[in-house]
């Protein structure tokens, strides 16, 4: 499969979800035309409701459909999604309303938009919620098995998405599975964890450590909430080293989590790659060199943290 | 329902809501005193279409107390109306109880949506009011919101979208908010705070019908419900007038009494004023009475605890 972004594959697989369900409508404010929702309502336009720039009405009148039996998607930046927390927290959350939240545009990868336009706390917040998981899907083909799975789940969820195009990196006949990863690279020397648009940068650095004789396992970090806590260990148990790559904030997101998992349950050596302060306009290339999530820098922070 | 029958089960209505928030030791009386006239004419008025036995029947009208703190006056009308039993009133805010002191949906069959994080109930009704339209279904939706609520964004955004919401397929003629404005909020007089008005004529630029009620006059309150479900084509809004803590005139229109739970003697003059019953009559109309004697000597004990 080429390339593609994972807010395409989200907008095509809608669309077709969208044929044979008449359950699913969209929710948008002012941004379908970037979440790709846009097709869903240019054919459905009964089930497509555009809430003007208003993301808190738009959040709660998705709990609202929900509560009659609609599968609505919510969909805007990841930033904009999060900054309405206390309605996601009251009207979704605590109500437990089957609402699909869709955050676009996470990370620092969105580029030269700059810092106000870049969801980069939006796990660390999610995490803290009871009832709603977290899933970053690497490619199309995970982007498809994905949004399949939010219809089918009954309950709020969280889907982290991105604007850039994703390398794919899932095998075929690939099944995604809710607190399920996939092993991506089978290594034994160290374990990088990446998820969404780091998963294919995390096998690239596994390419260049294993010119170095260093090998990784690769783990796709698809669930964020909750994680595979036993591929994980497993992992983490053969290498003794684990390393973390993502493109949100370095504190309380998928580092965060497997940190705090693994300190508990077999206390390894952790170290977390992601984004340090606060993000910037530019290139997203030179961004993520900047931050270390390129292959380059994930595989120098590999080195580092091995002492080779 | 005759009104003067609505009054009598809003006066019972009243007595236990002073009751549970005097044993939960904490909770909002005066609110909860305002909205109950309106919620007791909705659930008694011969006008919901609800069933206890079947809480999430489809097909069901929806009540969404967005101001959440006045949840105790729902709870008297749920309870009335058989949702659960009467006994579980006075285990409100109790660790453990369905009844949380702000409603929760999951913990109690009839509570619509969580609310109480004030702001929010309004964009759930219009969800829940344009799911419903989409499905032909009859059911209508309520919601009503606190005066002081309204000063939260989120209910701007969703009287902008109200009357254009579904249009034009789905217009949302199925939804009421009901706006209980009784003009206190928790620091103070809602004028002093940020004043709302001019409140009718901001709502119509928004596109709603409004109308003006005394939210405390059941003929009105009725009539006004009446004209709502009768209106095609948009939503409709009514500002019912209240007094805050109405019907214990030592609570009334006193900003002191927004969250504050009475103590038990307090609780007992309460209910003694809400009953009418001079404190001269007031042994001998408790000896007739076993029904208030049981609250009362209940309330008693607490003090003694």
């Known amino acids: 499969m080429p390339a593609k972004a994972s807010r395409a594959a989200f907008g095509e697989a809608l669309l077709e979800l969208g044929a044979t369900d008449p359950r699913i409508v969209t929710l948008d404010a002012d941004l379908s035309k970037s979440t790709m929702t846009a097709a869903f309502a240019k054919k459905f336009p009964d089930r497509a409701f555009n809430l003007g720039i208003a993301e808190q009405n738009m959040i709660g009148v998705a709990a609202g459909l929900a509560l009659t039996g609609k599968i609505p998607f919510a969909a805007s930046f990841a930033c904009f999604i999060i900054g309405r927390f206390e309605t996601i927290r009251i009207s979704v959350a605590y109500t437990a309303a089957n609402v699909k939240l869709v955050g676009t545009h996470s990370g620092i990868a969105i580029g030269e938009d700059g810092y106000s336009q870049m969801g980069l706390e939006d796990i660390a917040c999610i995490r803290a919620l009871p009832n709603i998981p977290i899933i970053q899907p690497a490619d199309e083909l995970e982007t498809r098995q994905v949004i399949a799975f939010a219809v089918q789940h009954q309950g709020p969820l969280y889907l982290r998405l991105t604007r850039q195009n994703l390398e794919a990196v899932s095998p075929a006949g690939y099944r995604f599975q809710l607190g399920k990863w996939q092993k991506l690279r089978d290594g034994g020397h160290v374990t990088i964890v990446g998820s969404g648009g780091t998963v294919y940068n995390a096998l690239e650095a596994a390419r260049l450590l294993a010119g170095d004789g260093i090998e990784a396992d690769v783990l796709n970090a698809a669930s964020i909430k909750p994680l595979d806590e036993e591929m994980l260990v497993a992992s983490a148990r053969r290498t003794g080293h684990v390393v973390t790559a993502e493109d949100h904030n370095v504190n309380g997101g998928l580092g965060g989590a497997v940190a705090e998992t693994l300190g508990e349950t077999l206390p390894t050596p952790v170290r977390r790659l992601g984004v340090q302060g606060f993000g910037e306009s530019g290139d997203p290339k030179g961004l993520y060199a900047k931050h270390g999530l390129d292959p380059g820098g994930i595989a120098a922070s590999v080195r580092k943290f091995l002492g080779k | ?305």
């Open chain 2, 1 to 305: 329902m005759e009104p003067a029958r609505l009054e009598a089960i809003a006066r019972e209505c009243r007595v236990q809501i002073i009751r549970m928030i005097t044993h939960a030791g904490s909770g909002h009386p005066g609110g909860s005193n305002s909205v109950i006239d309106l919620l007791v004419t909705l659930y008694f008025g011969g006008r919901l279409r609800v069933d206890p036995k079947r809480p999430d029947w489809d097909d069901r009208d929806r009540v969404i107390l967005s101001k959440g703190h006045a949840v105790p006056a729902l709870y008297t009308v749920m309870a009335k109306a058989g949702f659960f039993p009467e006994s579980l009133l006075i285990t409100l805010r109790k660790l453990g109880s369905p009844l949380q002191g702000h409603p929760d949906r999951l913990a109690l069959p009839g509570i619509e949506a969580a609310t109480g994080s004030l702001g929010q109930g309004m964009s759930i009704a219009l969800g829940e009011a344009l799911g419903l339209r989409m499905r032909n279904s009859p059911a209508r939706v309520y919601c009503i919101l606190g005066d002081g609520e309204i000063q939260e964004g989120q209910v701007w955004e969703a009287a902008m979208a109200g009357p254009k919401l579904g249009q034009p397929a789905h217009p949302l003629d199925n939804l009421t908010v009901i706006l209980d404005y009784n003009k206190i909020q928790l620091d103070d007089f809602v004028t002093k705070i940020l004043d709302l008005e001019p409140i009718i004529t901001k709502w119509q630029a928004f596109g709603w019908p409004v109308q003006e009620i005394d939210g405390h006059d059941f003929a009105q309150i009725t009539k006004a419900l009446d004209q709502a479900e009768a209106t095609k084509g948009k939503p409709s809004f009514i500002v019912a007038h209240t007094v805050k803590g109405k019907g214990v005139p030592s609570m009334e229109n006193n900003p002191e009494w927004h969250g504050k739970a009475p103590k038990p003697a307090e609780a007992i003059a309460a209910i003694r004023e809400l009953l009418g019953v001079s404190t001269a009559a007031w042994e001998d109309y408790l000896a007739k009475d076993s029904a208030t004697r049981a609250i009362v000597s209940e309330l008693a004990a607490l003090e003694k605890k």
